[in-house]
Structures are given as C-alpha cells and as structure tokens.
C-alpha cells in the first residue's frame, strides 16, 4: 500500500501559509517601539528623530577616530545636500554640533558634537537605558551573548537586505519618488 502512504510533515501545507518567524515579528515590533521612544523623547527637547539619527553617526565615527564631514553625514543618513545643510544648520543653532576648519585643509568642514548635545543625549536616552539595563538584568551571562549573537546577525541581515534593494550600492539612498506636475491651464 505504498501508493496510500500518509505524506506526514513533508507533505504540502493544509492550512494558509506561515507568516513570519515570532521573532521577526518582535524584531518588527521593538523597531517601531524604538521609534515611537525617539519622537516621544526626542520631541521633548525639540529634536526630530533625524537630528538624534545624526548625532548618533557622529558620534560613532568620533568614537572611531574618523573626521566627520557634512558628505560623510549626508551619505550615512541618505540625505540630499540641502537636507544635510539644513540638517547641520539645525543642530548648530540648538547648540548641539559645531562647525570646525580641519587642521590639515583648511576647505573641509569637521563636525563636532558639543558638550549640550551629550547631555540632551544622556537626558533623552537615560530612562530607556535604565528600563533596558533593569530587562536585561533577569537574563543570564550565556543568555545576553546568545542574543547579541542574534541582533549582530539580524544587523548584518538588514544592512544585507538595503544593499540588495539597492542594487548592490550600499550607500546609494531610493530615488526620490517623482510626482507628476500638472499641467498649467490655458
């Protein structure tokens, strides 16, 4: 009776198809979460979330020991070249980055964060990280490497993910939509 047999878990599916991994689905939702904390807090001391964006890659590369440019900031954050400036000008005048003439050549523009932009920072990130630290506390040694195993691969993933949806460049931000002009009246 082999021509009967029961085609067991290898057979096709009965039932609708299978969404998501859970943990995708968490991922997704501690994305959104994320987010909805930066504009929350961030709104507090009047910065967008692409201000804290940017404050975070100078950081960053600051960190790295990198000179942080207005390119560098513009192709990190996707933005076209008015938006950075309008961007920079905006952090300058809340007092969180300065504008310096590199040593080396006088022509480009360094960016550095001020003193006010690590204490807004500290402000604005101090009760997630309290709230993180005290989650992160019922966890074991073993357990937070296994999981930073497992963010550093869904990292890689995402950044994986961008650059195939952008055809192999990596730094290459979506052209901007294009909506049609209309047509002037006669």
Do not use: C, W
């Not at 959104?32 to 692409?50: C, F, I, P, S």
């Not at 990198?66 to 905006?90: F, M, Y």
């Not at 993910?161 to 002009?181: C, F, K, L, N, Y």
């Amino acid at each position: 009776m082999a021509g009967n047999a029961d085609p067991g878990p290898q057979g096709p599916p009965s039932g609708p198809p299978a969404g998501p991994h859970p943990l995708v689905l968490l991922l997704q939702e501690f994305t959104l979460e994320a987010n909805r904390y930066v504009d929350t807090a961030g709104g507090q001391k009047d910065m967008h979330r692409t201000d804290l964006n940017a404050l975070a890659v100078i950081m960053r590369h600051t960190a790295k020991g990198n000179v942080v440019t207005p390119g560098l900031l513009r192709k990190e954050l996707h933005l076209s070249s008015p938006a950075t400036t309008a961007l920079i000008d905006r952090l300058d005048h809340s007092g969180h980055v300065i504008r310096e003439r590199h040593g080396s050549d006088r022509r480009q523009v360094q960016l550095k964060m001020t003193p006010k932009a690590f204490q807004d920072g500290g402000t604005i990130f101090a009760p997630l990280a309290r709230q993180m630290g005290t989650a992160m506390a019922a966890f074991t040694p073993e357990e937070l490497e296994t999981a930073s195993r497992f963010m550093t691969a869904m990292v890689e993933a995402t950044v994986a993910a961008r650059e195939e949806s952008s055809g192999g460049h990596p730094d290459t931000p979506a052209p901007p939509t294009q909506h049609p002009r209309p047509h002037p009246t006669r």
